[in-house]
């Protein structure tokens, strides 16, 4: 087997085994007017909703960190907090994701 052939299947290897390790991240939306509900499943997740970027940092102790725009705050499960231009309700709360509403205000 020549140098090069073993190489490119030690290479293939190493990714298959690093592929689970990836993190994913993904988003839902929906809005009417001006209220919106997000999830944001996986660290890093982002969607933009009523013209600001929301991105979700993870949860720790049962409380979700969520960047919008520029303004990182944290809220639990049934918790209201302001951020930016945007009133948001932390609806859920999981390991790994955020469901939320959103309004303007």
Do not use: F, H, K, W
């Not at 918790?79 to 231009?85: K, Q």
């Amino acid at each position: 087997m020549s140098i090069m052939v073993r190489s490119a299947r030690l290479a293939a290897a190493g990714a298959l085994l690093l592929a689970p390790l990836t993190a994913c991240s993904s988003y839902s939306a929906s809005c009417s007017g001006n209220e919106c509900t997000a999830t944001l499943t996986g660290d890093g997740a982002e969607v933009t909703i009523l013209g600001t970027e929301l991105s979700y940092g993870g949860t720790e102790d049962g409380r979700a960190t969520v960047t919008v725009g520029s303004t990182s705050v944290t809220c639990a499960e049934g918790e209201s907090v302001s951020a930016g231009p945007l009133s948001l309700t932390c609806t859920t709360v999981d390991s790994g994701s955020v469901e939320l509403s959103a309004s303007l205000g």
